[in-house]
């Protein structure tokens, strides 16, 4: 029974414990589409997925989009190196896609000269 009783007791503070590791977590002063909130998610997802971008110099832009009923969250990253992120979120924190881009090179062609035969 005391054993019962501990386990009661300690399982509410075990999980909020955990929940402050969840980069998901709305914290004070942030609503589900906070830019600091859908910045955290998106790195996470990045570093558990292995994934490789650089967060250091990416500048994020954010658009919160209706689907329906359901609204997603699409925040963009570009880095100085050209390469681009995109992760979409929903307001549970669940990412529901991110595609990594890398820079496409571009080679400045000649112009078409056309012979003109008379």
């Known amino acids: 029974m005391n054993v019962l009783l501990l386990f009661i007791l300690l399982c509410p503070a075990l999980a909020y414990a955990e929940g402050l590791n969840n980069p998901a977590q709305i914290r004070d002063g942030e609503v589900w589409s906070s830019a600091s909130r859908l910045e955290r998610i998106a790195q996470d997802y990045v570093k558990q997925h292995h994934l490789e971008f650089e967060f250091a110099s990416a500048k994020p832009v954010f658009e919160i989009e209706l689907r329906g009923n359901d609204s997603v969250a699409n925040v963009w990253f ?14 549970s924190g669940e990412v ?6 890398n820079p496409v090179v571009r080679f400045a062609a000649k112009p078409f000269l056309s012979a003109r035969h008379d």
Do not use: D, Q
């Not at 570009?78 to 307001?91: A, D, M, N, Q, R």
């Not at 529901?96 to 881009?101: P, W």
């Open 78 to 91: 570009s880095s100085s190196t050209g390469k681009s992120l995109l992760v979409e979120i929903k307001p």
């Open 96 to 101: 529901v896609a991110c595609g990594l881009h």
